[in-house]
């Protein structure tokens, strides 16, 4: 649809992946959880969705990278770079997106799930990517955001989820801020299982034991990132949307 591009290619699978299960801490606290999102993007007419849902999780706390849209189109030919397929315009892997960010040191590295894994893993550490099949129901969400499965399917798609929810996962999607909710929409955990069960795939950062140095240099650089992502916050309105 006009100014609705896709562009996610299913990952194949990998034995190498690491189990977002084996990373996700028990929850113990709240039922519901919505992480600080970032500017909502817009991906336009480009099938840069792989790129732009990472740029998204990259501007979400607790990371924040500042990423702005020329950043998540540069993602994207990362991604068709490491593929051997330059400036091809055919859509991306999750796996791919997420090893261009692992390559750019912006996460440690990433891990692979299920919903129910999806699920836990926001509510206890943070954002994550899905990919998934786009049907045409899902272009248009209703007056409260939702959004449900309807028609044929008309490609793949990436997008970040911020929020949890007893009832409801809640997406920042890559299609500006008219779309949903200022830009936001929302999908029933079960109704996301329905579709998850058709080739979906969903991708954490996740960090791996001992692996952050100890030098004086990165203490300096690691409080360098850390004031930097305050200040942008400060400057910045603040997002969380739960509708």
């Not at 509510?123 to 899905?130: A, H, I, R, Y």
């Not at 449900?148 to 409801?168: K, L, N």
Request: with cysteine; aromatic share 12%.
């Amino acid at each position: 649809m006009d100014g609705m591009a896709l562009g996610r290619l299913p990952s194949p699978p990998d034995i190498r992946d690491y189990r977002m299960a084996d990373y996700t801490p028990p929850v113990a606290g709240p039922s519901e959880r919505f992480w600080e999102v970032g500017p909502v993007l817009n991906q336009g007419s480009t099938p840069h969705c792989v790129g732009f849902s990472f740029a998204n999780w990259g501007n979400t706390l607790p990371v924040d990278d500042g990423f702005e849209e020329k950043d998540a189109h540069a993602i994207y030919y990362d991604c068709k770079n490491a593929e051997g397929r330059p400036g091809e315009e055919e859509g991306s892997t999750v796996r791919m997106g997420a090893k261009v960010m692992k390559r750019r040191g912006r996460i440690n590295t990433y891990a692979f799930g299920s919903v129910d894994d999806a699920h836990r893993f926001i509510l206890s550490s943070g954002p994550v990517v899905f990919g998934i099949d786009w049907f045409v129901g899902l272009y248009t969400p209703d007056a409260n955001g939702i959004i449900v499965p309807s028609g044929q399917q008309d490609g793949g798609h990436a997008i970040m989820a911020y929020g949890a929810t007893p009832e409801f996962c809640y997406f920042q999607n890559s299609w500006g801020e008219s779309w949903g909710k200022q830009g936001c929409c929302k999908i029933r955990w079960e109704v996301l299982s329905e579709i998850f069960s058709h080739g979906g795939e969903v991708c954490a950062a996740v960090e791996l034991p001992a692996t952050r140095g100890n030098s004086l240099m990165d203490h300096v650089e690691a409080f360098a990132d850390d004031f930097g992502r305050a200040a942008r916050r400060l400057l910045a309105p603040q997002r969380s949307p739960k509708f």
